[in-house]
């Protein structure tokens, strides 16, 4: 695999498979993480982040001492995200985009709630260093501002499935991050959705968002 992106993304496919294939249900348990390692041929730090994508997603538990089981997910839409996700058709691009977007744009309401000078220095600083601006490391500074780690743990999976389609990247002129700090420096959060919706091409924003 070209990078443990899509090294954990094999696994979550492979480990679907076994749980169809071995019968599984909600309540048994799945093998260890040395078991799976050996089992799948990869290695354990791959499958650890894998088992950890999945128990964000809510799809499996782990209870100490007793080892990982199958969750009751019933009713449970994230099952159904997750199938949407592995299936990779058109929908699933529109909906893993439009989902990232949507907790992009709750990182940023946090970041305003937290950001101060010296954030907004260090990220000018870094904007007009860079000859490419990366939109990954660009929000990776924002989750840090922001501090929450279950948005930033979502966003990094959605962003790895997204990142997994290998779709051609739209280049953003630097002058749109800018404007968005901008706005995160004056602390208006109407101006930063609208020049967060600007920076991703989006064609709708109202007060509504």
């Known amino acids: 695999m070209a990078n443990n992106t899509k090294v954990y993304l ?23 993480e040395r078991e799976l390692s050996e ?12 088992l950890r994508a ?9 209870r100490r001492g007793e080892g990982t089981f199958i969750r009751d997910f019933r009713g449970n839409h994230l099952v159904q995200l997750l199938s949407t996700f592995i299936l990779q058709d058109e929908k699933a691009k529109r909906d893993v985009l439009e989902t990232r977007n949507y907790i992009e744009m709750d ?6 709630q937290k950001i101060d000078d010296q954030h907004i220095v260090n990220m000018k600083d870094w904007l007009n260093q860079e000859n490419s601006i ?18 930033s743990r979502i966003w990094s999976i959605l962003k790895d499935y997204y990142d997994s389609l290998e779709l051609v990247k739209v280049n953003i002129h630097r002058e749109k991050y800018l404007v968005l700090l901008d706005a995160l420096a004056e602390k208006n959060e109407l101006k930063t959705l609208s020049a967060y919706f ?12």
Do not use: C, W
């Not at 089992?39 to 894998?50: H, K, P």
């Not at 999945?54 to 782990?62: A, K, P, R």
């Not at 660009?138 to 501002?145: H, S």
């Open 10 to 32: 094999e696994i979550v496919k492979h480990l679907r498979e076994m749980i169809t294939i071995d019968g599984l249900i909600a309540g048994d348990k799945i093998p260890s």
């Open 39 to 50: 089992r799948l041929n990869f290695g354990r730090s791959s499958v650890r982040e894998a």
């Open 54 to 62: 999945l128990e964000l997603l809510g799809l499996i538990e782990t």
């Open 107 to 112: 990182l940023l309401r946090l970041a305003l």
């Open 134 to 151: 990366q939109d990954d490391e660009f929000f990776n500074r924002i989750i840090e501002i922001a501090d929450n780690h279950l948005l």
């Open 198 to 209: 600007n920076l991703r091409n989006l064609s709708v924003f109202n007060d509504k968002y």
